[in-house]
């Protein structure tokens, strides 16, 4: 069977029914469940130090420095490739969007492809954004770790004449992260599968934001608001794009996706 007749097997009836709009479920379990969990996560790690305390076990363990912040697995292989992999599995979905575009009987995967390549992007580049601005440094960049450069949070003043820092949030770990949109795909295309597409955004997250740490390019925080932040557009995205879609805790959706 070829890959298009494969495609073309796994179609599924109307994916975006007119659904009426069915309470607050969804919004408690896809926006006050997560971000409180992330928020409990943040509140967490600033009152417990985990971020220092992480990275001086990992800046110890590595004889104190940051030997791994060159090496093949954690630079080339999960940084570069890492990031060439999302970027290359991105071009994929923008190609099958075009396609769709071309060929009437795959119609209905237009917005749903489209959906995801636009919040894959999205994610990737508020990440960038707020990196370019948020002048924060990196562990690699600190005295305590030996940098050059003392602690400065998020909300302190920058002294003037030292360099600008952009390390802040994990533009890596959003490389991963990102693909948290795959749960919102799959949830219209084949809604039993959508927790598969949840796992997959986490786990590249955690990989390619694991990665980092161990390079000393990011603390734990900077991880954390990568991952608020891609499920944040991944979820503003998904109602956008279906102001109407609800699904159930059985993995139908209510207008008859299946």
Not at 36 to 42: D, K, R
């Amino acid at each position: 069977m070829s890959t298009i007749q494969l495609l073309r097997t796994y179609v599924p009836t109307p994916l975006y029914p007119p659904v009426a709009w069915a309470g607050a479920r969804f919004y408690l379990t896809h926006a006050v469940i997560p971000f409180t969990l992330i928020a409990i996560a943040l509140c967490a790690n600033f009152v417990w130090g985990l971020d220092q305390t992480v990275a001086d076990a990992l800046f110890a363990w590595e004889g104190h420095a940051w030997s791994l912040r060159e090496a093949f697995i954690t630079e080339h292989l999960m940084h570069r490739g890492g990031r060439d992999f999302s970027l290359l599995a991105w071009f994929i979905v923008v190609g099958f969007w075009a396609w769709s575009l071309h060929d009437a009987r795959n119609a209905q995967w237009r917005r749903p492809l489209g959906y995801l390549a636009v919040s894959l992007v999205l994610s990737t580049t508020l990440v960038a954004w707020i990196k370019s601005w948020s002048n924060m440094d990196c562990p690699w960049d600190l005295l305590r770790y030996g940098g050059t450069h003392p602690f400065i949070g998020l909300l302190d003043v920058r002294p003037v004449g030292m360099a600008r820092a952009r390390c802040f949030p994990a533009a890596q770990a959003s490389v991963g992260y990102c693909w948290l949109a795959l749960y919102f795909f799959l949830g219209v295309v084949r809604p039993r599968l959508r927790w598969i597409g949840l796992l997959v955004g986490l786990g590249l997250g955690l990989l390619f934001g694991g990665a980092q740490q161990l390079r000393g390019a990011h603390f734990i925080s900077h991880d954390l608001w990568s991952l608020a932040i891609c499920w944040a557009v991944a979820l503003m995205m998904f109602r956008l794009v279906w102001p109407k879609q609800v699904l159930t805790p059985s993995g139908h959706d209510v207008g008859g996706a299946k």
